[in-house]
């Protein structure tokens, strides 16, 4: 299923930029992000808005199923209009992560490595799956660029284009808040771009594992296939993974004698 925008753009607003930055209006040249209005404003305002403390609580998504989307992605250098992860649904694990921006710093490392662990995910039987809040001419224009020039050419799993934001806000991973007012005007805080987000998605679609981390903070590739091994050796042999835990290490029994005995070889 697709996921909606929570209320309607007002006809003024005709699109988010690729990068997320401002949006296009036909009352004015644009509006930088961040834009967010409020009772607080010049007394000249002629559209004061009374706004109440909003406390987000980040969604756990673990237990859960993945949410669905279908989406345009390009994959291994060429765009395609109709990318879901329902595909792997039945046979594949999946790694699905979130990236803030192309042509940024952190994310062609991050993307790079998974590319280079790529043949790693693929012995384990799970498929890699990007995504940003981009279009895909981005993503495909960034595909262009070598390496050494701070490109990402060369990845080649797929790299979702997350353009109107809806996947980011049903992951929620989504940077910032945005809403209508009273005046029919698009509220927005902050970029509106996507956190670092990972969920690990099993076979049957139901998400195992979640990270998400702050924009300037890098992931770890290793912890990612360490958490698909996890995964695999709680499946096969029904033993749980203690801290630390890697694979051909010793795992626990699920009870008290299992866990009493593996502390006592520490001790």
């Given at each position: 299923m697709a996921f909606g925008i929570k209320h309607p753009f007002p006809d003024s607003v005709k699109r988010f930029s690729n990068v997320g930055e401002s949006i296009v209006d036909s009352r004015a040249e644009?509006?930088?992000f961040p834009r967010v209005r409020s009772g607080c404003e010049a007394d000249d305002d002629p559209h004061p808005i009374e706004t109440e403390p909003k406390i987000n609580a980040m969604s756990v998504?673990?237990?859960?199923?993945a949410p669905s989307f279908t989406a345009k992605a390009v994959v291994n250098g060429q765009i395609v209009d109709q990318f879901t992860l329902d595909q792997y649904r039945g046979s594949k694990y999946v790694i699905f992560f979130f990236y803030?921006?192309?042509?940024?710093?952190?994310?062609?490392?991050?993307?790079?490595?998974?590319?280079d662990q790529l043949a790693e995910f693929e012995k384990r039987n799970v498929a890699v799956v990007g995504c940003s809040t981009d279009t895909e001419m981005s993503h495909w224009g960034w595909l262009q660029v070598p390496r050494a020039k701070g490109g990402i050419e060369g990845v080649s799993y797929p790299l979702v284009a997350d353009t109107n934001k809806t996947i980011?806000?049903?992951?929620?991973?989504?940077?910032?808040n945005y809403d209508i007012d009273d005046f029919g005007e698009l509220v927005v805080e902050g970029e509106l771009?996507?956190?670092r987000g990972l969920f690990l998605i099993d076979k049957e679609g139901i998400v195992q594992h979640q990270l998400v981390n702050n924009l300037p903070l890098g992931r770890s590739i290793k912890e990612?296939?360490?958490?698909?091994d996890a995964l695999q050796h709680f499946e096969e042999n029904g033993e749980v993974c203690p801290m630390d835990w890697e694979l051909g290490s010793e795992a626990m029994q699920a009870n008290h004698e299992s866990t009493a005995a593996y502390l006592a070889k520490g001790s």
């Open positions: 644009s509006v930088t998504l673990v237990g859960k199923p803030p921006k192309d042509f940024t710093f952190v994310c062609p490392t991050e993307l790079h490595a998974f590319q980011s806000a049903a992951y929620d991973v989504l940077v910032g771009i996507a956190y990612a296939i360490r958490m698909v």
